[in-house]
């Protein structure tokens, strides 16, 4: 079974910055896309980033030039570095990823719990 654990959300000032980390662990073989997710309450769910196993990344047009996703295959972790953060970025952030799992052998999508990301004075 595949698990993602999320750590680095909390309270910061406009302006400041915060790193997030997301970390797989179980029957993993390969992952091939992870990716951070933002939601606020009433709205949809939004991508904000993801990185393919080889480094392909994508960004929210709202987050780029500010947000940097990165991996560590070795590890099975992802990162999501954030500076300039504003009151638009405040939200619950969800790591994402697409897995090849061994046991069972198959691709799998599995979501972490979230994080909050609070941006405020």
């Known amino acids: 079974q595949v698990q993602l654990v999320e750590s680095g959300g909390g309270l910061v000032q406009p302006g400041g910055s915060l790193r997030l980390s997301c970390a797989a662990s179980g029957s993993i073989f390969r992952i091939n896309v992870m990716g951070w997710y933002r939601q606020v309450p009433g709205k949809q769910r939004e991508l904000v980033a993801a990185?393919?196993?080889?480094?392909?990344?994508n960004y929210a047009d709202s987050v780029k030039g500010r947000f940097t996703i990165s991996n560590d295959n070795g590890k099975n972790t992802v990162y999501l570095q954030m500076n300039s953060l504003n009151s638009e970025d405040t939200a619950v952030y969800y790591c994402n990823a697409d897995v090849h799992a061994l046991l069972p052998l198959g691709r799998l999508e599995v979501w972490g719990q979230g994080t909050l990301v609070t941006v405020s004075s």
């Open positions: 990185i393919t196993s080889g480094g392909s990344t």
